[in-house]
């Protein structure tokens, strides 16, 4: 069963890009109050605290590559590609500071605390830690999948890997939760 | 909590839960959740996942907006100006030939000299010409009509005053270029 690409939005997309290009400034506030939340949410879940300074520097850099943006894959799925990049070079710049601790994998693993203060229903909890559970990997392509709803092609341009691969990641990661809440 | 058997429901549980499934498909997973108690398990944990990540707080977009690029000015500067400067610098050029064709050379080459009944005359485009009027023709001062009085020495020696010139034009006048014509008149 095959999931009917989001047509009409990605349309908007480039509709609102080529105004932005045009000189309608309008259009980039459009841009980014359709996806600043998404790019925020995918951003916390992969353990970056400064989440909107990632935002941000994601939208300037996209805004500034505009010219270059070929629509190939939906702007969505290139936003969330450039906030991953993002974080990781911030990941890389932090390894390189000296008084910085190293960040491992568990550590980045407890990301999803900033959702602390908003999730406060025991089941949510439940869920949450469930989730964190996860490894980074599968906790990026299970919430691309369930939390944004990217396609299996979508997660592997956003994460860069195979289709194969993401598939694998999501279902391992939906047993691992399963496992958590009801074993 | 097993797993369904059925993997392609199991694989669009996600799509239905963002609406990105057709209609026809849609009621297919529905009908399929509604008889499986698995897949209707699977179905209320992703929803409840997908709560969670709901749950992230709100970005000042304002604040990313201010911080973008102006596009309008960057854009104004770079093909506005860039137009500015080009019509500049072609109408620079043309005063440049206009100047050029009018004032001619200094050496005297390519000096044509004609009379109220020269025929028009076409300079072909970068080649500098000055137009005199006189009332002593020397060179070209013929009319049309006189051409057939000329014996084949006088032809010849008229036709390599024309090559000389590179008066001919190989293909249709340019306009913008150093085009002067009916001047006898």
Not at chain 1, 35 to 45: G, K, L, Y
């Amino acid at each position: 069963m095959v999931a009917q690409p989001d047509r009409a939005d990605d349309r908007d997309d480039r509709t609102l890009i080529e105004r932005w290009l045009g000189g309608d400034e309008r259009a980039a506030t459009a841009i980014v109050e359709r996806h600043a939340t998404a790019i925020a949410r995918f951003v916390s879940t992969l353990g970056e605290r400064e989440t909107d300074e990632v935002v941000q520097d994601t939208f300037v850099r996209a805004f500034s590559s505009f010219d270059s943006f070929r629509g190939e894959s939906s702007l969505r799925t290139w936003l969330f590609t450039i906030a991953r990049r993002l974080v990781l070079d911030r990941r890389r710049a932090q390894r390189r500071r000296p008084a910085t601790k190293p960040i491992e994998d568990v550590e980045l693993a407890s990301g999803f605390t900033a959702l602390d203060s908003i999730v406060a229903a025991e089941a949510e909890g439940q869920v949450r830690e469930a989730v964190e559970r996860l490894s980074p990997t599968q906790r990026e392509v299970f919430t691309l999948r369930v939390g944004e709803g990217l396609s299996y092609k979508e997660i592997a341009e956003v994460v860069g890997t195979t289709e194969g691969a993401a598939r694998v990641h999501y279902h391992n990661a939906l047993r691992t939760i399963k496992d958590a809440l009801y074993v | 909590m097993s797993d369904c058997s059925n993997i392609e429901i199991r694989e669009a549980l996600p799509e239905l839960l963002h609406g990105r499934l057709d209609a026809i498909q849609a009621a297919k997973v529905r009908e399929h959740v509604a008889r499986c108690a698995e897949c209707a398990a699977e179905l209320e944990l992703l929803e409840r996942v997908q709560r969670l990540y709901t749950a992230t707080p709100a970005v000042n977009t304002a604040a990313i907006v201010a911080a973008l690029p102006r596009q309008r000015t960057r854009r104004a500067f770079s093909l506005g100006m860039l137009r500015a400067a080009a019509a500049i610098v072609v109408l620079l050029a043309g005063a440049l030939v206009f100047r050029a064709a009018m004032s001619g050379s200094e050496n005297g080459n390519n000096q044509v000299v004609v009379t109220p009944d020269t025929p028009a005359v076409t300079v072909q485009r970068d080649t500098p010409v000055t137009v005199q009027r006189v009332a002593q023709p020397r060179v070209l001062a013929m009319s049309l009509s006189e051409l057939d009085d000329l014996d084949a020495d006088e032809m010849e020696s008229l036709l390599s005053a024309l090559l000389r010139l590179e008066a001919a034009p190989v293909a249709e006048p340019d306009t913008l270029m150093g085009s002067v014509s009916g001047v006898g008149t």
